[in-house]
């Protein structure tokens, strides 16, 4: 049996406990991974970060370029700030150390591929922490798509418009999904939907076209967007990408040449965090039902899905298996968030992959501003993005 992978973990936010905890936990007991070392800017993060992994017992430090600097870390977990992702992840590439990145991988472009050019050069893994994947509908829908059930797939409609508006970590910044800094709101942060999208055609994105808009949070004049409305073109097909905080529907239609399938989350609810109640499919004007979940709850399902990605990571390190959520997924799903940015603030349909020359592609959400502004639009009006007070 080979030796467990030798972990650090940078970061000690809320999704440690929900995901990265209990995967990191039931691998130490398969024997796949080991966490040695652990490193937060926050002492209070620390702290709790000694409770969780008392089994683990790994080293704790207040800056991460300690857990690099260690001979015995082989790869580490990032699950600080998108935004300050860049020179942690450099630099464990230049330790020679493979990278597991939370989602997004980066808030501009250019510094994803930055990122995923580095990856090669360094001849490390970088994968990313696209945990949907792994969740028993989206895998069980993949399988049905993969198996020709619907025929060739025309139209994927994903609802997410009714997301759990979780704060972060009080100890650093509960408000951070509604921050300018974060790099995007709903759309960025339960950016699952792109990359899945992704997946069910089996190749990137072409084009998109979207509505960006903030009118829940309007009173208190909001940096970012709390509903994005996104269609997105592939060469096989369209996919229509739904997000919105609070309430509202939840669950995913896929549409084929032959026939199509939905899922639906218990009680209406959305995405993963939520319990999946129903699979069915219908061909030929006949109706079949799946199993939905083989777990009793969600909160199982989120873990489950951790420790399988972690699994994935470890194989990718181990014995070369190709990630199905790796940098190049990222970088791409990173644009696709972008471009509807792009759609919203413009008005028009933007083409991908982005220019390498766009201030877009160079400076993230920063390069809106620098765009052709449509100011009858929704997204200008708003006043997110930067747009406030433009004329």
């Not at 360094?122 to 949907?132: D, I």
Request: contains cysteine; hydrophobic residues 45%.
């Amino acid at each position: 049996m080979a030796e467990p992978l030798r972990v650090g973990l940078i970061g000690c936010g809320n999704v440690v406990e929900y995901g990265h905890r209990p995967a990191l936990i039931a691998l130490r007991a398969s024997g796949e991974v080991d966490l040695v070392a652990v490193a937060d800017v926050t002492p209070a993060r620390l702290e709790i970060a000694r409770r969780w992994f008392s089994e683990h017992r790994p080293v704790l430090y207040n800056d991460y370029r300690d857990v690099l600097a260690r001979d015995d870390v082989e790869a580490i977990v990032t699950t600080v700030p998108q935004q300050f992702r860049r020179q942690i992840v450099l630099d464990a590439f230049a330790r020679g150390m493979h990278v597991l990145s939370e989602k997004p991988l980066a808030t501009v472009p250019a510094v994803a591929h930055e990122l995923v050019s580095a990856a090669d050069s360094a001849g490390c893994v970088l994968g990313m922490v696209h945990n949907y994947h792994f969740l028993p509908e989206y895998s069980k829908l993949h399988e049905l798509v993969t198996e020709g059930l619907v025929g060739d797939l025309r139209v994927l409609t994903m609802h997410y418009l009714g997301v759990i508006d979780k704060p972060g970590a009080a100890e650093y910044q509960g408000d951070w999904r509604h921050t300018l800094a974060a790099g995007g709101g709903i759309l960025m942060d339960m950016i699952h939907a792109v990359y899945l999208a992704e997946w069910f055609y089996g190749s990137p994105a072409e084009q998109v076209m979207a509505f960006v808009d903030a009118p829940t949070y309007a009173s208190r004049m909001p940096e970012v967007e709390d509903l994005a409305l996104a269609q997105v073109a592939y060469p096989g097909g369209y996919a229509a990408l739904h997000h919105g905080w609070g309430v509202g529907v939840g669950g995913v239609d896929l549409s084929g040449s032959d026939g199509y399938l939905r899922m639906r989350y218990r009680d209406g609810q959305t995405s993963g965090f939520n319990q999946a109640s129903e699979i069915f499919g219908v061909r030929d004007w006949a109706r079949s039902d799946y199993q939905a979940n083989d777990l009793e709850t969600h909160t199982d399902n989120i873990a489950r899905s951790f420790t399988r990605l972690w699994s994935a990571f470890v194989s990718a390190v181990r014995r070369g298996t190709p990630l199905v959520a790796n940098g190049r997924v990222g970088a791409r799903a990173l644009e696709v968030a972008l471009a509807a940015y792009l759609s919203g603030v413009t008005g028009r349909v933007v083409e991908l992959p982005l220019e390498e020359d766009h201030p877009v592609f160079l400076q993230g959400i920063a390069g809106l501003p620098h765009s052709e502004v449509w100011p009858q639009g929704r997204t200008a009006r708003s006043g997110i993005f930067g747009l406030r007070g433009r004329d």
